[in-house]
């Protein structure tokens, strides 16, 4: 295995990201960067990039693209993104993000934009089952619950299920999410970078499958990872 990747994981809501991106996280030795924890965290720290989103949000509008890009771009900025890679989980989401990122990671850009598929029937079951902390985020479910109680394992937050969590409420965001991935995917096919990859299943043979559609199509830069 040759250490370090530039990874970009997609997939729908309920597709098993988070759990996958951990688990390429840790196959790697690479950072996992979830960009709506790293919002919640900086909202929650009041950093100033966490009181501007935090504006919006108030407000009820979609965070802008570039303030997004800003807190993606100090964290790539660290010297273990720089020196090992990265597994990106929850950014890009549109076209014009995907441009802001190139342009942020230029020269070398990334190795490897993942499409974890799964069926619609499979991520309503799994959304209608999850619970979240709602401290840290941390994601459960009524198949996986916390050790004791409906306390986080993480933190020690309330387990709870999401308000929006119900079927129709999924189906709308799954719909939105078709609209807007679409082309992004599109986009990435079109570059020889996007690997499909099946997300149902258990988490250890999805796990197989995203680490051998990874190497199948990563581009080993000599010298780049040592």
Known sequence: MVPGARLIVLGKQGAG???????LSRHYVIPHIATGDMLRAAVKKRTPLGEEAKRYMDAGELVPDQVLLNMVGDRL????????GFVLDGFPRTVNQADLLDALLEPTGVDVVVNLVVSTQIV???LASRRVCVDCGANYSTFTPPRVGWICDVCGGEVVQRPDDTEAAIKRRLDLYEKQTAPLISRYRRSGKLAVVRGDGLADVVTDRLVKAVDERRQPRPGRWS
């Open 17 to 23: 990201k988070g759990t996958q991106c951990v688990r």
């Open 77 to 84: 900025d660290q010297d273990d993104t720089k020196e090992r």
């Open 124 to 126: 309503l079951k799994r």
